[in-house]
């Protein structure tokens, strides 16, 4: 019998790993931007970010901000050992050759006093500009600074975080009876977000203000985090893209050795049957 292979975990519904037949070539992109996983917190699922990250390879891995909460951290300590195991795995990519760049959050904003700084081949920068394969210049940075309510009201951001906190529960809780009840993941707080109109003309006008700052420098696009809102499309001429989180999305902006963008989701690298059973049952119940 073959050993059973540690980097592959089969504790998900819907898994198409074939157990113990040995490590399946990685998934390779030139360039992954995650953001907004929120280590520290208990709404960050760091189990299928580590299964996303065993899975995949790239020569540059961005972190776009909000990777570890500082903010959740100093108000109740809350540490698991897969938050530990991303940290690690990041480092491991980073010993191995990956270019990995951190450009830090609101969330991680006590990393901001690095910046500039490199320390376990990890450099830390306030905001760059990458050019994609196909010579395209995109400005990456978090995002916060564009937001109104963090900008204009910090106590605001806070009272909306323990809010936050408080449906990604109900989500987790809800979730995990629609796991057992074999119906496939559903996200609440992403669900409310659509629903609310301010919440869209929020998000909007999040968006809006990126494209201008990157058209404002003279560059092709703009690629940001922080509103955890995944999304790719072109605003006035200017390619935003938003690579989403890692407490509810689950999502990552992959660049291909093309130089194309775009967005996958967990269950597209990690679980990719699941995926298209889930793809399919949304056709059948909206056909468009
Ligand atoms: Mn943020």
Redesign the pocket.
Known sequence: MKPRDPFLTADFIGADIESGSGKREPVRFRTIWI??VHLGTTGCQAQRLLEFLRRTESETLYLV??IIDGWQLKRRWYWEQSHNDVVQTVLKKAKKGTEVIFVP???DEAVRQFIDLDFGGIRVRDELVHTTAQGKRMLVL???RF?GV?ACAKWLAYVGDSLYTMILKWNQWLNSWRARAGLPYWSLSQYLKLKVKNAVSYISSFEQALAEEAQRRGLDGVIC???HKPEIRSIDGILYCNDGDWVESLSALVEEHSGELRLVSWQEIVAPSAAAKQKMEEACVSPS
């Open positions: 953001s907004d901000g909000d959050g609101n969330h978090h995002g916060d937001d963090i985090g922080h509103i």
